[in-house]
């Protein structure tokens, strides 16, 4: 399947400053790319869905100018948490769509952020 | 609206003893059913997945599933745990729609004692 990578791994930064995850999908071009957000001892939440070279689209209840989503490449997605506060601690997962029915993604390893 | 459904929240079982993890999903469809597994502060394994044809899914680390239409569910077994399979576990749900999100159940935690 596709190795899909994810830096940092762990960021902690101060409330109010901006952080920007990555997601890359190192041996498959992917068009579509997902973002997930994940409280603890909780399940994944689609936060959306990021598709090369377009706009991302947003899940009901995530705000789009606070998860700043870039897709600029087929093997390069971004989310950038604008104004981070305490509440957006999290542990951050993105999926590269294998293309195709049936819907098979491969994640990548996670990012936990920690807003001070 | 599709859901899924892990009615158990945490499991124990004794290392070596049989596992059943329950998952029940809802879809006006035959969906493609995947089974996760995530050890803490990782990201997810796919286990095994189920797209058609043969109902029994073999998957890795000696796990198997089964769908049963009838029943709506995709219940995850291994005859014999080892304490390594301590973890959460997700079923989720794709739809046939192509590039479309999982949809993820709450997951079930399992233990394992000695």
């Known amino acids: 399947g596709a190795v899909v990578s994810q830096h940092p791994s762990r960021v902690i930064c101060k409330s109010g400053t901006s952080v920007k995850i990555e997601c890359r999908s190192l041996?498959?071009?992917?068009?579509?790319m997902f973002w997930y957000r994940q409280f603890p001892k909780q399940s994944l939440m689609l936060m959306a869905t990021?598709?090369?070279?377009?706009?991302?689209?947003?899940e009901q209840g995530v705000e789009k100018d606070k998860f700043l989503i870039n897709h600029a490449s087929l093997t390069l997605s971004t989310l950038t948490v604008t104004s981070a506060h305490p509440e957006d601690s999290s542990f951050y997962i993105c999926?590269?769509?294998?293309?195709?029915?049936?819907?098979?993604?491969?994640f990548g390893p996670g990012t936990r952020l920690t807003v001070l | 609206a599709q859901s899924v459904t892990q009615p158990d929240i945490h499991i124990t079982v004794s290392e070596g003893a049989s596992l059943e993890l329950r998952c029940n999903y809802s879809?006006?469809?035959?969906?493609?059913l995947f089974w996760y597994v995530q050890s803490p502060g990782q990201g997810l394994q796919l286990l095994l997945k189920?797209?058609?044809?043969?109902?029994l899914v073999q998957g890795i680390k000696g796990f198997e599933a089964e769908f049963k239409r009838s029943q709506s569910s995709f219940n995850l077994r291994k005859p014999s745990v080892h304490w390594s399979d301590a973890a959460e576990y997700f079923c989720?749900?794709?739809?046939?729609?192509?590039?479309?999100?999982?949809?993820f159940g709450k997951g079930t935690t399992l233990s394992v004692s000695s």
């Open positions: 879809y006006g469809a035959t969906p493609y």
């Open positions: 989720a749900v794709g739809a046939l729609e192509a590039g479309t999100a999982l949809i």
């Open positions: 990021s598709n090369e070279g377009s706009k991302a689209t947003y």
């Open positions: 189920y797209f058609s044809g043969d109902t």
């Open positions: 041996d498959f071009q992917a068009t579509t």
């Open positions: 999926s590269v769509w294998a293309g195709g029915p049936p819907n098979e993604q491969f």
